[in-house]
Structure formats: structure tokens, C-alpha cells
T-cell receptor, first 114, second 120 residues
Framework: DAGITQSPRYKITETGRQVTLMCHQT?????MFWYRQDLGHGLRLIYY???????DKGEVPDGYVVSRSKTENFPLTLESATRSQTSVYFC?????????????FGPGTRLTVL | AQSVTQLDSQVPVFEEAPVELRCNYS??????LFWYVQYPNQGLQLLLK??????LVKGINGFEAEFNKSQTSFHLRKPSVHISDTAEYFC??????????????????FGKGTLLTVNP
């Protein structure tokens, strides 16, 4: 089906472990984004990507790594997970990077770091 | 820098009642305004957006919002809500032009959300 998917939907890990969250979109959108959603904070941008092999930091990038070797995939890696990274993570995409563009969101990954 | 304030964190209403979810923003430049909705255990989806032109914007599911530049507000309204409207609603503002790697002047800022609960 067309759209934007995330996997896994739920993940429990331990402090210090590496975790990779996957994001895949079928629209061939140029731009992709990673947000985290925390109670009382709304959504905060972690990283974004303008195209394959082009990524840049958002508001809260520390502790995260991204890559984008293919247009349709944008994985987010927590190299050494910490409890403060317990959150719901959303991937989004948009056709362009123009500020009038709509962003389309995936269903989210709920990550718990013990 | 821009900011978004959603004045109510929770709004409980009865079915078929009208509802208004309030959003105020702060920005030193012109903005574009969005309302997104998040149903339980789902991602966000666009309800409506204001880019320019008429200040009254109609969206999906019978929602509408009015842009008020003098009051820097973008309140969301629905004249009669349904149980299925129970969700979290996010106001967002974007400024700038293009999002470019290595020096973006574009940013989409979200409010903290308003949980709308529609009771029978």
C-alpha cells in the first residue's frame, strides 16, 4: 500500500544498546523528517533530509544518527540508548521543503528505554 | 523565533456540542498556519492550513479555522462534534522559504497539543 510506514511499532530496549527505527515512504517525496513526541513538549524535530545522502540536524539531534542512502528510506539510530530517549517517534515526509507544504506522518514507534 | 501556544491542554465536550480549540502564535515574520489531528495510536494528519487569502479556512471532517492577524490567533472550530472527533489536535506554524541542508531558514513549530474528548 502507498504511504509512510514505520517499524517496529513498539520497542523496549535497555540503556546503552543501539536501536534503529525504520521509516519507509512510497510517494518518492524528497523530504523526510524524524520527530519525537513527549508529553508537554508537542513534537520536536530531530533530523531531516532533503534528498538521498543529504541530512541535517533539527532541534534535538543529540544522541541520534540518521542516514538516507535511498529516497524512500530514512532510518533513525540511537547509538547508545538512554532513558531520556523514551518517547514516541514519528517519521514524516513532504513533497518539497517549501514551508507551505503538508507533512505526511507515519503511525509512530513507541520506544521504551529501561 | 516563532512559537505556538495552545491555550487548553484538554477540552471535554458533549456530543453534538460546538467546540473551539484555541491557538496563538508569535512570529516576527509572516507565517503559514496548520492544524493537525492525531487519533489514538496513529500518526498526525492534516486537518487544514492557512497560506494566504480568505482568513476562514475549511478543512476535513467539518472543521474550520479563522486566521486573525491582529490577535495572532488561529482557532479551530466545529459547530457539532461527534464521538469520532476524540483526538489530540496540534496547531503548527511555519516560517521561511526553503528547507535547505546546511542552513535552513524553514521551520515547522508545533504547539503542545489539545486533547479533545467528546462524551456521549
Amino acid at each position: 500500500d502507498a504511504g509512510i510506514t514505520q517499524s517496529p511499532r513498539y520497542k523496549i530496549t535497555e540503556t546503552g544498546r543501539q536501536v534503529t527505527l525504520m521509516c519507509h515512504q512510497t510517494w518518492s517525496h524528497s523530504y523526510m523528517f524524524w520527530y519525537r513526541q513527549d508529553l508537554g513538549h508537542g513534537l520536536r524535530l530531530i533530523y531531516y533530509s532533503a534528498a538521498a545522502d543529504i541530512t541535517d540536524k533539527g532541534e534535538v539531534p543529540d544522541g541520534y544518527v540518521v542516514s538516507r542512502s535511498k529516497t524512500e528510506n530514512f532510518p533513525l539510530t540511537l547509538e547508545s540508548a538512554t532513558r531520556s530517549q523514551t518517547s514516541v517517534y514519528f517519521c514524516a515526509s513532504s513533497e518539497s521543503g517549501v514551508s507551505t507544504d503538508t507533512q505526511y506522518f507515519g503511525p509512530g514507534t513507541r520506544l521504551t528505554v529501561l | 523565533a516563532q512559537s505556538v501556544t495552545q491555550l487548553d491542554s484538554q477540552v471535554p465536550v458533549f456530543e453534538e456540542a460546538p467546540v473551539e480549540l484555541r491557538c496563538n502564535y508569535s512570529s516576527s515574520v509572516s507565517v503559514y498556519l496548520f492544524w493537525y489531528v492525531q487519533y489514538p495510536n496513529q500518526g498526525l494528519q492534516l486537518l487544514l492550513k492557512y497560506l494566504s487569502g480568505s482568513t476562514l479556512v475549511k478543512g476535513i471532517n467539518g472543521f474550520e479555522a479563522e486566521f486573525n492577524k491582529s490577535q495572532t490567533s488561529f482557532h479551530l472550530r466545529k459547530p457539532s462534534v461527534h464521538i469520532s472527533d476524540t483526538a489530540e489536535y496540534f496547531c503548527a506554524v511555519s516560517v521561511g522559504g526553503w528547507m535547505n541542508s546546511g542552513g535552513s531558514n524553514y521551520k515547522l513549530t508545533f504547539g503542545k497539543g489539545t486533547l479533545l474528548t467528546v462524551n456521549p
